[in-house]
């Protein structure tokens, strides 16, 4: 398995506090993704980064930021959790595009399990 | 706007049943297609498909990629239970130096029973 972690692996919280959960990888790749899945949508893309401090925004970005300080961590902040956003959130990293074979697929963490009551 | 779009959402068989799952797309700046299994945890990657009629296989599965006709499809040949999961198809779409990302369908259920 890629080396991937996410903490917390579940959360409950209360409408309008804040949240931040934490991608942890030990593969030195530098592009990481934060995704949300909800019945029905499969995944989206909320927000993704290409490096260190460099990031941008997904399809499902609004009431979510980002930060990317060093290479292996990948915040996702909830700046006043709302119950639409009780979901599960995958963290995913890859390899740039055009490395080793040129295709690379991305690798997901194990997910949290975010509940905003 | 970018769309995948996966049928059937959800499927039930025997074991033993061969199961055929679909995958649509219109998606710019394509790179490749994506089959990933979800079972109660994180997906894990299937397959990769990067051109048109080249199959591609792993034991009981197999799939294909139309790019003129913008599709996918996934086999599933004599079905066992532990292939009960969600089927996700993906497009991985370019976005700026090197990286990509995903587009994901709405996955497929799918339930094998004995």
């Known amino acids: 398995d890629a080396g991937i972690t996410q903490s917390p692996r579940h959360k409950v919280t209360e409408t309008g506090t804040p949240v931040t959960l934490r991608c942890h990888q030990t593969?030195?790749?530098?592009?990481m993704y934060w995704y949300r899945q909800d019945p029905g949508h499969g995944l989206r893309l909320i927000h993704y980064?290409?490096?260190?401090?460099?990031?941008d925004k997904g399809e499902v970005s609004d009431g979510y930021s980002v930060s990317r300080s060093k290479t292996e961590d990948f915040l996702l902040t909830l700046e006043s959790a709302t119950s639409s956003q009780t979901s599960v959130y995958f963290c995913?990293?890859?390899?740039?595009?055009?490395?080793?074979?040129?295709?690379?697929?991305?690798?997901f963490g194990p997910g949290t399990r975010l509940t905003v009551l | 706007e970018d769309k995948v779009v996966q049928s059937p959402l959800s499927l039930v068989v025997h074991e033993g049943d061969t199961v055929t799952l679909n995958c649509s797309y219109e998606v710019t700046n394509f790179r490749s297609l994506l089959w990933y299994k979800q079972e109660k945890k994180a997906p894990t990657f299937l397959f990769m498909l990067t051109s048109s009629g080249i199959e591609k296989k792993s034991g009981r599965l197999s799939s294909i990629l139309d790019k003129k006709e913008l599709f996918s499809i996934l086999n599933i040949t004599a079905t066992q239970t532990g292939d009960s999961a969600i089927y996700l198809c993906a497009v991985e779409q370019i976005i700026i130096q090197g990286a990509q990302k995903l587009v994901f369908g709405q996955g497929t259920r799918l339930t094998i029973n004995p």
């Open positions: 593969e030195n790749h530098r592009y």
């Open positions: 995913a990293i890859s390899p740039p595009t055009f490395s080793g074979s040129g295709y690379n697929e991305q690798f």
């Open positions: 980064s290409y490096g260190v401090k460099d990031t």
